[in-house]
């Protein structure tokens, strides 16, 4: 059987897998998921699900979100899946970074980002702008924990620091789990909760086997989800132990390697 008639759903990353450097989806993405109705499209991100349902505007209705790297599935309006931090758990990782004037913290509510006035710095402003489309700010996180149900945590560093506050972690209690999701950002889930457990919830719903799903990932974020499908893709501008499990190596995401790779499966006899 040829891989084409194989694939009956494809999982992909967003920043550094799916759209450019510039956050652009590539101009053919709608086009080719109305096209291709035999194969369900998911978008799994580290990004809230309702920044992405914006995005894709009205091709949205046609895909599935895994939103705050696997803290909720959603789609058409519904929650398939969601997985919160308890409050204390929340209380937990705002101490860890309480010290570091690197570090911006956000609590991911599922309505809404629970965070600092970023009080002119345009950076991070940007970052917010571009990933936490509906936010409000507070004046103290901690009282807020309780606020929302808190499917993520996470942190935004300057200057790609991330990587560096990532490996000075202390170990994390056995109910959460720390992941490097970019060059910027470090987040902090429920154990439970990563995109290959998420991928696999969707799987048992659409009632799929491994090997009918495909996965496209840049970073430590995406390293379940290509584990869990039976056909996987890093990028070529991804992180070297992600490409190192990957089955295959996509061109860059600044060359649409998605689209690449998707019309040479299923558009090339």
């Given at each position: 059987?040829?891989?084409?008639?194989?694939?009956?759903?494809?999982?992909?990353?967003?920043?550094?897998?799916?759209?450019?450097?510039?956050?652009?989806?590539?101009?053919?993405?709608?086009?080719?998921?109305?096209?291709?109705?035999?194969?369900?499209?998911?978008?799994?991100?580290?990004?809230?699900?309702?920044?992405?349902?914006?995005?894709?505007?009205?091709?949205?209705?046609?895909?599935?979100?895994?939103?705050?790297?696997?803290?909720?599935?959603?789609?058409?309006?519904?929650?398939?899946?969601?997985?919160?931090?308890?409050?204390?758990e929340a209380l937990f990782c705002l101490k860890l970074f309480e010290d570091?004037?690197?570090?911006?913290?956000?609590?991911?509510?599922?309505?809404?980002?629970?965070?600092?006035?970023?009080?002119?710095?345009?950076?991070?402003?940007?970052?917010?702008?571009?990933?936490?489309?509906?936010?409000?700010?507070?004046?103290?996180?901690?009282?807020?924990?309780?606020?929302?149900?808190?499917?993520?945590?996470?942190?935004?560093?300057?200057?790609?620091?991330?990587?560096e506050a990532y490996r000075k972690l202390p170990p994390m209690p056995e109910?959460?789990?720390?992941v490097l999701a970019g060059a910027d950002w470090i987040d902090i889930v429920?154990?439970?909760?990563?995109?290959?457990?998420?991928?696999?919830?969707?799987?048992?719903?659409?009632?799929?086997?491994?090997?009918?799903?495909?996965?496209?990932?840049?970073?430590?974020?995406?390293?379940?989800?290509?584990?869990?499908?039976?056909?996987?893709?890093?990028?070529?501008?991804?992180?070297?132990?992600?490409?190192?499990?990957?089955?295959?190596?996509?061109?860059?995401?600044?060359?649409?390697?998605?689209?690449?790779?998707?019309?040479?499966?299923?558009?090339?006899?």
């Open positions: 059987m040829k891989l084409k008639d194989q694939i009956k759903l494809i999982a992909t990353d967003m920043d550094g897998t799916l759209v450019n450097d510039a956050k652009e989806v590539p101009a053919s993405f709608d086009q080719w998921v109305l096209d291709h109705p035999q194969v369900q499209m998911v978008i799994a991100s580290g990004r809230p699900y309702y920044t992405n349902e914006k995005l894709f505007g009205k091709i949205a209705e046609h895909l599935i979100f895994i939103g705050d790297n696997g803290g909720v599935i959603y789609q058409n309006g519904k929650f398939l899946y969601e997985q919160a931090l308890t409050a204390d570091n004037p690197s570090a911006s913290p956000i609590l991911c509510g599922a309505s809404q980002a629970i965070c600092y006035d970023p009080k002119g710095d345009e950076e991070l402003s940007r970052q917010l702008d571009t990933y936490y489309i509906k936010r409000r700010y507070v004046k103290q996180l901690e009282a807020e924990v309780a606020s929302d149900k808190i499917i993520k945590f996470t942190v935004y560093f300057k200057n790609q620091g991330a990587e109910n959460l789990t720390a429920n154990k439970q909760v990563s995109k290959g457990a998420a991928l696999r919830q969707i799987e048992r719903l659409k009632g799929l086997k491994r090997e009918e799903t495909l996965a496209f990932g840049d970073y430590l974020n995406d390293y379940t989800m290509l584990q869990e499908a039976g056909h996987s893709y890093a990028m070529v501008n991804g992180h070297p132990d992600l490409k190192a499990i990957a089955d295959h190596i996509a061109p860059s995401n600044n060359d649409e390697g998605v689209m690449q790779v998707l019309k040479a499966i299923f558009d090339q006899d």
